[in-house]
């Protein structure tokens, strides 16, 4: 009995895929190609939005814009910083609102974590924020000396359209009737 042709048997011939070595000189541009990668370097931080004492106003913060050349342009954030080794998100987002805000508060709610990639010093920063409510407890704004040039209250209906990053724009517009 002979084989079909589909089953294997000597009539048919069957196509390998051929492995090309690579040469010499295809591996060093190869390898000069993953030298000019910029590392990846992942971070954690907490932070988010206080709302003052009357439930009426949000508290951002202002940095210069950096590619604003008469250097008048604020670019306005949620307060968020690192998170330091032992502690929680939720510690870390109330010590970084404290440090960058001067304002106490305390937590309400959680209002979710985003994720985002962008370039610094050479690096790939894959950066991730925990982010929650706060009501405001106490003390007096003061924008802190090294990291932020202003803090300012801002009627809640403006938090939105005041935010320079589209992730934090997107988290508070899905927050909305959490600011109620």
Do not use: C
Not at 16 to 29: C, E, G, I, N, V
Not at 42 to 65: M, N, Y
């Amino acid at each position: 009995m002979t084989p079909a042709p589909s089953a294997g048997g000597e009539g048919v011939k069957k196509k390998r895929k051929r492995r090309h070595p690579r040469s010499k000189t295809a591996s060093r541009t190869n390898s000069k190609k993953s030298a000019q990668y910029a590392k990846r370097v992942d971070e954690i931080s907490a932070g988010g939005l206080v709302i003052d004492a009357s439930g009426t106003k949000g508290l951002l913060i202002g940095r210069i814009d950096a590619k604003d050349q008469s250097r008048e342009r604020l670019l306005w954030s949620l307060p968020k910083g690192h998170i330091e080794s032992g502690e929680s998100p939720e510690e870390a987002a109330l010590r970084e609102v404290k440090e960058e805000t001067g304002i106490e508060s305390e937590i309400y709610k959680s209002l979710g974590v985003i994720d985002f990639w962008f370039m610094a010093g050479g690096k790939r920063i894959h950066k991730t924020v925990h982010h929650f409510l706060f009501k405001e407890k106490g003390g007096r704004i003061a924008p802190q000396v090294s990291e932020v040039d202003d803090v300012r209250w801002f009627p809640l209906n403006e938090i939105v359209e005041r935010l320079a990053y589209p992730d934090e724009r997107k988290l508070i517009a899905r927050s909305k009737e959490l600011l109620k």
